[in-house]
């Protein structure tokens, strides 16, 4: 253990020691493998305060004096008593929106981090003698700050119901900044040591904090609360939804819990019902595909596939789709769940597994309702899939979704799931497969020559690419987080169904066939051509595109 080297000269300096004491205090240090500061103060060769004065100095750090300390009731209330002793961290004043902390070791200023997310503003470090500063802990834990109990001992739990109770107030701020971030999802994550805490921004996952793993219990607890879940059930997934109020906007925010091996894990689902609709030109759906898309939502009756993974958009681009088709003269019924957004003008369902309100029984049920449109969420199994085919035979129009890896591998899809081939030739319009790739920041993105190699790898022949294309790549500034990306769009794969198509799928032919028939003679352009013309238009980068359509 070491202190800085120009420790022992301020210490000369400032009348603090003279050579002989600095000298003896030196060795013993070496001896005990203690720094020269704690070693004066062991062996009783100088003042903690006057030694602490200098240690401050060294490190360029502010010097707290204990006797002319005053704690701001306003900064005391800032942090919880438990993790003010955790931490050896005293709040003692709050300045133009910067808490200032005591902290008796100089190496410690690492705490800043995490007492700034618990505080929710800045926070800046200063030194104070460690006697003084665990004596003014001790008082404070005595009941000078109304912050106890917050974190039972231990994170048993949580005590206090009030809105200014920390716990509370590191929910609401954690939610309010994932939504200022733009992010969609919010994790949280238990580990031996430490709780994790990400924001998935733009579809990529980004750490935001390192919180102590004494949090997690009172953490659960209060998001449990929030969604409706039972707090004594640790042992089983569960799933809640928590409607919320940030910055004046209804968000609701679908909860995930799975127990793991650390504790339980949380996922959170981001959904602002005002910010969530877009049209289809927004979403960079353009081209020969979306006209042809939205030929195939003007038809009177069918079954309308949007497939892809987890998060790639599906839903949004099905609401795109029903808003081009809300008028007066159409009525639209959807079966969700759950309802992500509020469409004015539409009859929105909610599934409810509970009361056994489930896809299949909402379906039959809103066919008696006459209407002219019918979303169902997602098509789960062979029961919820003939209800929607039979819908589409009798003159309805049935927009769906399904979890397959591209358009063709949807019908197939369909028949595995029990639905007659020919029922399914007769009933799909249409499959539109779809991911969402990140938009390169327009602030910084910078032209690049790409080679050869990486133009094949994303489709493009360069001796056949035009003259005047540019291609950026992405750079990262401030206004993107230095991620060089900001928002995002959809690459699609449009397969309208031809006779051919039809034919092909009443006689079972494999998904291979159908691919290969849709890309060379049904006008099928893949995700990556799409994307590829993406790249050429300069919304987005070779190594993004590559990176969602690899697997593809």
Same mark, same amino acid.
């Given at each position: 253990?070491?202190?800085?080297?120009?420790?022992?000269?301020?210490?000369? +300096?400032?009348?603090?020691?003279?050579?002989?004491?600095?000298?003896?205090?030196?060795?013993?240090?070496?001896?005990?493998?203690?720094?020269?500061?704690?070693?004066?103060?062991?062996?009783?060769?100088?003042?903690?305060?006057?030694?602490?004065?200098?240690?401050?100095?060294?490190?360029?750090?502010?010097?707290?004096?204990?006797?002319?300390?005053?704690?701001?009731?306003?900064?005391?209330?800032?942090?919880?008593?438990?993790?003010?002793?955790?931490?050896?961290?005293?709040?003692?004043? %709050?300045?133009?929106?910067?808490?200032?902390?005591?902290?008796?070791?100089?190496?410690?200023?690492?705490?800043?981090?995490?007492?700034?997310?618990?505080?929710?503003?800045?926070?800046?470090?200063?030194?104070?003698?460690?006697?003084?500063?665990?004596?003014?802990?001790?008082?404070?834990?005595?009941?000078?700050?109304?912050?106890?109990?917050?974190?039972?001992?231990?994170?048993?739990?949580?005590?206090?119901?009030?809105?200014?109770?920390?716990?509370?107030?590191?929910?609401?701020? $954690?939610?309010?900044?994932?939504?200022?971030?733009?992010?969609? #999802?919010?994790?949280?994550?238990?580990?031996?040591?430490?709780?994790?805490?990400?924001?998935?921004?733009?579809?990529?996952?980004?750490?935001?904090?390192?919180?102590?793993?004494?949090?997690?219990?009172?953490?659960?607890?209060?998001?449990?609360?929030?969604?409706?879940?039972?707090?004594?059930?640790?042992?089983?997934?569960?799933?809640?939804?928590?409607?919320?109020?940030?910055?004046?906007?209804?968000?609701?925010?679908? $909860?995930?819990?799975?127990?793991?091996?650390?504790?339980?894990?949380?996922?959170?689902?981001?959904?602002?019902?005002?910010?969530?609709?877009?049209?289809?030109?927004?979403?960079?759906?353009?081209?020969?595909?979306?006209?042809?898309? +939205?030929?195939?939502?003007?038809?009177?009756?069918?079954?309308?596939?949007?497939?892809?993974?987890?998060?790639?958009?599906?839903?949004?681009?099905?609401?795109?789709?029903?808003?081009?088709?809300?008028?007066?003269?159409?009525?639209?019924?959807?079966?969700?769940?759950?309802?992500?957004?509020?469409?004015?003008?539409?009859?929105?369902?909610?599934?409810?597994?509970?009361?056994?309100?489930?896809?299949?029984?909402?379906?039959?049920?809103?066919?008696?309702?006459?209407?002219?449109?019918?979303?169902?969420?997602?098509?789960?199994?062979?029961? $919820?899939?003939?209800?929607?085919?039979?819908?589409? %035979?009798?003159?309805?129009?049935?927009?769906?979704?399904?979890?397959?890896?591209?358009?063709?591998?949807?019908?197939?899809?369909?028949?595995?799931?029990?639905?007659?081939?020919?029922?399914?030739?007769?009933?799909?319009?249409?499959?539109?497969?779809?991911?969402?790739?990140?938009?390169?920041?327009?602030?910084?993105?910078?032209?690049?020559?790409?080679?050869?190699? +990486?133009?094949?790898?994303?489709?493009?022949?360069?001796?056949?690419?035009?003259?005047?294309?540019?291609?950026?790549?992405?750079?990262?500034?401030?206004?993107?987080?230095?991620?060089?990306?900001?928002?995002?769009?959809?690459?699609?794969?449009?397969?309208?169904? #031809?006779?051919?198509?039809?034919?092909?799928?009443?006689?079972?032919?494999?998904?291979?066939?159908?691919?290969?028939?849709?890309?060379?003679?049904?006008?099928?352009?893949?995700?990556?051509?799409?994307?590829?013309?993406?790249?050429?238009?300069?919304?987005? $980068?070779?190594?993004?595109?590559?990176?969602?359509?690899?697997?593809?």
């Amino acid at each position: 253990m070491s202190s800085p080297a120009n420790l022992s000269r301020l210490l000369l +300096e400032g009348g603090v020691l003279d050579a002989d004491r600095l000298k003896k205090a030196e060795g013993a240090a070496q001896q005990r493998g203690q720094t020269l500061e704690r070693a004066i103060v062991a062996l009783g060769l100088a003042e903690e305060n006057a030694v602490w004065r200098c240690l401050a100095k060294a490190y360029g750090l502010k010097f707290v004096d204990p006797a002319k300390l005053q704690i701001a009731p306003e900064a005391a209330k800032k942090l919880p008593i438990d993790q003010i002793e955790q931490n050896e961290a005293l709040p003692v004043l %709050l300045k133009d929106g910067v808490l200032w902390v005591a902290i008796d070791d100089p190496l410690k200023t690492f705490v800043a981090d995490n007492l700034a997310f618990l505080a929710g503003c800045r926070v800046q470090c200063a030194l104070m003698p460690p006697a003084a500063l665990k004596d003014q802990i001790r008082k404070l834990r005595g009941g000078a700050v109304p912050t106890t109990g917050a974190f039972g001992k231990g994170g048993k739990g949580v005590a206090e119901d009030g809105e200014d109770a920390p716990i509370i107030r590191l929910v609401q701020k $954690t939610l309010d900044e994932a939504l200022d971030q733009r992010a969609s #999802d919010v994790h949280v994550e238990p580990f031996h040591t430490r709780l994790r805490i990400r924001y998935r921004i733009d579809g990529v996952l980004k750490e935001i904090a390192s919180l102590d793993a004494g949090l997690l219990a009172p953490l659960t607890s209060r998001l449990k609360i929030m969604a409706g879940l039972d707090i004594a059930e640790k042992r089983k997934p569960q799933d809640g939804r928590i409607s919320i109020k940030s910055r004046g906007r209804d968000i609701d925010v679908r $909860t995930s819990v799975l127990p793991g091996s650390h504790g339980e894990t949380i996922v959170m689902r981001l959904l602002d019902k005002e910010r969530g609709l877009m049209s289809l030109e927004a979403l960079g759906f353009d081209g020969v595909d979306r006209d042809r898309f +939205e030929r195939v939502i003007a038809r009177p009756n069918g079954i309308v596939l949007v497939t892809g993974p987890t998060g790639s958009g599906k839903t949004t681009t099905l609401y795109a789709a029903l808003q081009q088709l809300n008028r007066p003269d159409v009525k639209i019924i959807t079966a969700e769940d759950p309802v992500e957004f509020n469409l004015r003008g539409i009859n929105q369902c909610q599934v409810k597994a509970r009361i056994g309100l489930s896809f299949a029984r909402i379906l039959r049920a809103m066919l008696r309702q006459a209407p002219n449109v019918i979303l169902v969420g997602e098509i789960r199994d062979r029961e $919820t899939a003939e209800i929607a085919v039979q819908a589409a %035979l009798t003159g309805h129009l049935v927009f769906s979704t399904l979890h397959t890896n591209d358009a063709p591998s949807a019908i197939t899809r369909l028949c595995d799931m029990g639905v007659k081939p020919f029922l399914v030739a007769a009933s799909v319009q249409a499959v539109l497969a779809q991911r969402l790739v990140r938009v390169v920041c327009k602030e910084c993105r910078e032209p690049m020559v790409p080679s050869d190699v +990486e133009l094949r790898s994303i489709g493009i022949d360069p001796a056949g690419m035009p003259a005047n294309t540019t291609i950026y790549r992405a750079v990262g500034c401030q206004s993107c987080e230095h991620t060089g990306y900001r928002g995002r769009i959809g690459i699609y794969e449009m397969m309208a169904m #031809d006779e051919g198509l039809r034919e092909m799928t009443f006689r079972g032919e494999p998904m291979v066939r159908l691919r290969e028939y849709a890309f060379h003679s049904a006008g099928m352009s893949t995700l990556s051509q799409d994307g590829a013309r993406k790249v050429m238009s300069g919304r987005t $980068t070779i190594q993004e595109l590559l990176r969602v359509t690899a697997a593809v």
